[in-house]
């Protein structure tokens, strides 16, 4: 069952990562071209998923699409999770005020909830792509920093680090030769489930109209661009919204796969 | 129990401290001048400068500071930019319908997982069980602003059951509740499946059984209240989770809440507004996640003895 999780967690994401990276090979219509005359236009032998509002092929935007959610999702986390491990190091091996401080300003950032901070970061910095990965950046750190705090604290009083330490070790040699190979399990974890959060937050933001600007296609912002022609049209909400789902999905099946295989401690 | 209080409590004022300074800072981070993109390019000079001072912006940032946090104790949160109107009035009117629907959210999470939690740990590896696990992972990975209209499509507009947005009466919270609702409904059963099952050898529970009580009464009397503790956690923490899941929920149903109110007023550029909604919703979220740990210590004594 775990296995099997995994297996097709990672066969899903496969097929949206190759989307992505083959898009202009394999989209059937260029994703900008417009045909106003077929605006909403169900889907045909040619047009698979149907037509947008101003008559441009869905399946070419949802492939495309697929680059800006898995772009924000890899660039988001790995960013994210290089600072947080960076922090909680920091956090974790000085210890004192130092990590009381560290440990404040992350109360303070989860104080706002979920998105909240990043749709108000957008109010403020404007639509589009780069503000995106940096808003989402912004909280996105936190999880990592907290695991790798919680790590350090736990492997502090182990032997092997209090020789480590006895023998002159230096921080940098403490956090990167003993504290992060022993803590990459559940930050492989944290990756995995904070990439489904990420996509997902990226889609959000484009729903609300801060993240992604037409005419560059999103899943999100498709989604929104169909609301209105719900009753007419609903092929322009069903498949967008049906693919972030799989994807969604298909991350999660990954994670949940990988803490499985990693923390045989975890109970299902 | 009183030190751990104290405790607790001397850590939420920072915490609240750092919120409001994050807030009012917002306006200071806006690129470019904050003025002119509320008023627009062509806006008149004079027009410029009666909202540069209205908004306090011509005095050094530590003045601005200063006032700001003398007008917050006051309950002054500044006045619309649109409207004229006290933000804090507007905000103190959108809350009674984001209440109304997270706590239906919240109503409708618990009523769905709790119960079928209880029967997938009771009738573990069934089809009942795999069929729950299945119903959660779709839950969790469908996104509110998905599933919302999906649900308007079947139920509003092809069985015509319920009203397609708006807020007025009992059928009109129901869409928004599910939408809102499901992925905590998701987390949920599987969180109450897992805590049912963690407990489910223990002694009491076969003495349970030994003593002759049905399984019904073992598992929603005596294996519920043992697991019941990671389930208060969770709830109290995805309250946090409701309420900015309410944004985008409130504003796929056009539900007259705080949500829906932040993002109107980024649309229009109102960020006396938008500051306003950030520290509504924040300090409910603290002293939400304040209360948790209070009925989680009061749940188990040996959270307040370990601190």
Not at chain 1, 155 to 182: C, Q
Not at chain 2, 96 to 116: G, Q, R, W
Not at chain 2, 148 to 176: A, D, E, N, Q, T
């Amino acid at each position: 069952m775990k296995n099997i999780n995994f297996k097709i967690g990672v066969s899903i994401i496969g097929f949206f990562a190759s989307a992505a990276l083959l898009a202009p090979l394999i989209a059937p219509f260029d994703p900008y071209s417009q045909e106003l005359l077929y605006g909403l236009a169900g889907s045909d032998g040619s047009h698979l998923m149907g037509r947008d509002l101003l008559g441009r092929d869905i399946l070419s935007r949802i492939v495309y699409g697929s680059r800006v959610s898995l772009f924000v999702g890899v660039i988001t986390i790995t960013v994210s999770a290089v600072i947080g491990v960076l922090i909680g190091g920091i956090a974790g091996s000085a210890g004192g005020r130092t990590d009381e401080l560290i440990m404040r300003i992350i109360d303070i950032l989860l104080a706002f909830p979920g998105i909240l901070l990043a749709i108000s970061i957008m109010a403020i910095l404007g639509p589009g792509l780069s503000n995106v990965i940096f808003a989402l950046c912004l909280t996105g750190w936190i999880g990592f920093a907290r695991i790798t705090r919680g790590q350090i604290l736990s492997l502090r009083e182990r032997e092997y680090v209090v020789a480590a330490n006895a023998s002159g070790a230096s921080t940098g040699r403490l956090i990167f030769k003993h504290y992060l190979p022993n803590s990459i399990a559940p930050l492989i974890i944290e990756f995995a489930f904070g990439m489904a959060a990420v996509i997902v937050a990226e889609a959000g933001l484009s729903f609300l109209g801060l993240g992604v600007q037409p005419p560059q296609p999103s899943w999100g912002a498709m989604l929104n661009e169909g609301r209105p022609f719900l009753l007419i049209a609903p092929h322009l909400t069903a498949f967008p919204g049906l693919c972030l789902m799989l994807l969604v999905l298909g991350i999660n099946l990954a994670g949940d796969g990988l803490r499985d295989m990693l923390d045989p401690k975890t109970t299902r | 129990m009183r030190s751990w209080l104290i405790r607790r409590l001397f850590l939420l004022f920072p915490t609240l401290f750092g919120v409001i300074t994050c807030v009012f800072l917002m306006i200071h981070l806006i690129p470019g001048d904050p003025v002119e993109i509320m008023l627009g390019e062509t806006a008149v000079a004079a027009d410029k400068e009666l909202l540069r001072h209205q908004l306090g912006l011509d005095k050094p940032i530590a003045t601005q500071y200063i006032l700001y946090l003398g007008n917050l104790l006051k309950g002054d949160i500044g006045s619309s930019i649109h409207t004229q109107e006290p933000v804090f009035d507007e905000i103190i009117s959108r809350w009674p319908a984001t209440a109304e629907l997270a706590v239906a959210a919240l109503f409708f999470a618990i009523l769905f997982s709790v119960p079928l939690g209880i029967l997938s740990a009771a009738k573990k590896d069934s089809v009942v069980d795999r069929g729950s696990l299945f119903l959660s992972l779709f839950g969790i990975a469908m996104p509110n602003f998905w599933l919302g209209p999906l649900l308007i499509i079947v139920f509003s507009i092809w069985l015509g059951w319920f009203p397609v947005s708006g807020r007025g009466g009992f059928l009109s919270v129901i869409l928004p509740a599910i939408t809102l609702g499901t992925a905590m409904a998701a987390i949920l059963l599987r969180l109450t499946r897992s805590s049912i099952l963690e407990v489910a050898d223990e002694d009491f529970i076969r003495a349970a059984r030994a003593r002759g009580q049905n399984e019904f009464l073992v598992y929603s009397k005596h294996a519920l209240s043992n697991a019941l503790l990671p389930v208060v956690t969770i709830v109290g923490l995805q309250l946090g989770a409701l309420l900015s899941g309410a944004v985008i929920t409130e504003t796929i149903f056009s539900w007259p809440g705080i949500g829906r109110l932040m993002i109107e007023s980024i649309e229009a550029r109102d960020y006396p507004m938008v500051q306003g909604c950030m520290l509504s919703i924040a300090t409910c979220y603290v002293v939400v996640n304040f209360l948790t740990d209070l009925l989680y210590a009061s749940l188990d004594p040996r959270i307040r003895l370990n601190r």
